[in-house]
């Protein structure tokens, strides 16, 4: 009897896996940027209050997309601008994870010598665009709370998972 029940909730979690899987790679994620500018904390903190997370980026093609997003909104600046990301190193130096889903952060798109966490402070992800300095759309650290910048928030991923019976 509790073989059986084992066995049931093991097909229940790989099925659960598969679902998962299948919605994954078809889901499209849908941006928007607040008409204000924040620190890191407060990013995080307005794009969970909207239902939202602050931006992540795990692939070329994601980091493509969020660009293009960016580019057709008016707080994209041809001459520079800068937006917080959702990804920081602040639980653990020199290894950087995206807030709103606890994922390594995989995909990286630095800038030169970036991230170099000046005078220790410097935690939170930014994505860059200058260039007069030969930055075009790269990540920098950044001081979470001195940085009062434009961000990016994310649709949550909606998983649809039926019942079972
Ligand atoms: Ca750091
Ligand atoms: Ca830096």
């Known amino acids: 009897?509790?073989?059986?029940?084992?066995?049931?909730?093991?097909?229940?979690?790989?099925?659960?896996?598969?679902i998962v899987q299948h919605v994954s790679p078809n889901y499209v994620k849908k941006y928007q940027i607040p008409n204000i500018r924040a620190n890191w904390f407060k990013a995080v903190e307005f794009c969970h209050s909207i239902g939202m997370l602050l931006a992540t980026v795990d692939s070329r093609a994601d980091s493509e997309s969020l660009i293009s997003f960016i580019k057709s909104t008016d707080k994209f600046n041809e001459q520079a601008c800068a937006f917080w990301l959702g990804g920081s190193d602040l639980s653990e130096e020199g290894t950087f994870s995206w807030q709103g889903t606890g994922k390594l952060v995989t995909y990286t798109n630095w800038s030169p010598g970036e991230p170099n966490n000046t005078n220790g402070t410097e935690d939170c992800i930014q994505l860059v665009y200058i260039p007069r300095f030969e930055q075009r759309w790269t990540w920098n650290d950044n001081a979470c709370k001195r940085g009062y910048m434009y961000f990016v928030c994310e649709s949550l991923p909606q998983n649809c998972i039926q019942e079972f019976k």
């Open 1 to 18: 009897m509790l073989q059986a029940k084992h066995t049931l909730t093991l097909k229940a979690i790989l099925i659960l896996l598969l």
